[in-house]
């Protein structure tokens, strides 16, 4: 079943702008991570929020959380061509089976130099 | 080097023909878990392992298999593969249940005619 459900699908932007995606699930959670993948290769670990944070930053990326809304947000500032690649989002699946983590579709982000 | 390692890369095989992709992690991880990705459908998780002789569905279980005989090695064993197996698989590890942050490999195209 999918849980996290990215949006937009995909977003194209200049190089220096921010890239703002969304990440919404459906049940209560742990904790929410976000990944990227670069064509076709393994995902890369970004970041992790849990269930009691509302914002991490790691470098040009921020992550916020809102538990109310079931929602998350990656937002990259000054976005490198470097930057291009898909990014996930993945939740635990609390209160079901441990270690079962559902990744959602995906936003696909292209940045043209 | 730390890292998650799959084999082969690249598989083309026939309907039927069994086949085992292994993976392997040199991190002393506890958890490993296989994932399959197909266009428009993101990752979902296959099996999972939370250590060694301890192995769970994921979502999409059904045609495969696992063992977990020792701590570094999580094979994907394929019985009788069909058409709809086809896809881009990827083992991935994680140090601890709790921490949940997984280290990805680079993934296993699979192609079965």
């Known amino acids: 079943s999918q849980q996290g459900e990215e949006d937009p699908q995909a977003l194209s932007i200049q190089e220096g702008e921010n890239a703002t995606m969304n990440c919404s699930y459906k049940t209560s959670i742990n904790n929410l991570q976000w990944y990227r993948q670069n064509s076709g290769r393994g995902l890369v670990h970004l970041i992790l929020?849990?269930?009691?944070?509302r914002e991490k930053h790691s470098g040009r990326l921020r992550v916020t959380l809102d538990t109310s809304k079931k929602s998350s947000s990656l937002l990259i500032t000054a976005s490198r061509a470097a930057d291009t690649a898909s990014y996930f989002c993945?939740?635990?699946?609390?209160?079901?089976?441990?270690?079962?983590?559902?990744f959602g579709k995906g936003t696909k982000l292209s940045v043209k130099p | 080097e730390a890292q998650v390692t799959q084999n082969p890369r690249y598989l083309i095989t026939v309907t039927g023909k069994k086949l085992t992709v292994t993976c392997s992690q040199n991190?002393?991880?506890?958890?490993m878990s296989w994932y399959r990705q197909d266009p428009g459908l993101g990752l979902r998780q296959i099996y999972y392992?939370?250590?060694?002789?301890?192995?769970d569905k994921g979502d999409v279980p059904e045609g495969y298999k696992v063992s977990r005989k020792e701590k570094r090695n999580f094979p994907l064993i394929l019985e009788s593969p069909s058409p709809n197996q086809t896809s881009l698989y990827f083992c991935?590890?994680?140090?601890?249940?709790?921490?949940?942050?997984?280290?990805f490999g680079p993934g296993t195209r699979l192609t079965v005619t």
């Open positions: 991190m002393n991880h506890e958890y």
């Open positions: 392992s939370m250590n060694v002789e301890v192995t």
């Open positions: 991935a590890s994680s140090p601890r249940l709790d921490s949940y942050e997984q280290y």
């Open positions: 929020i849990r269930s009691n944070e």
């Open positions: 993945a939740t635990d699946n609390y209160g079901g089976s441990q270690g079962n983590l559902i």
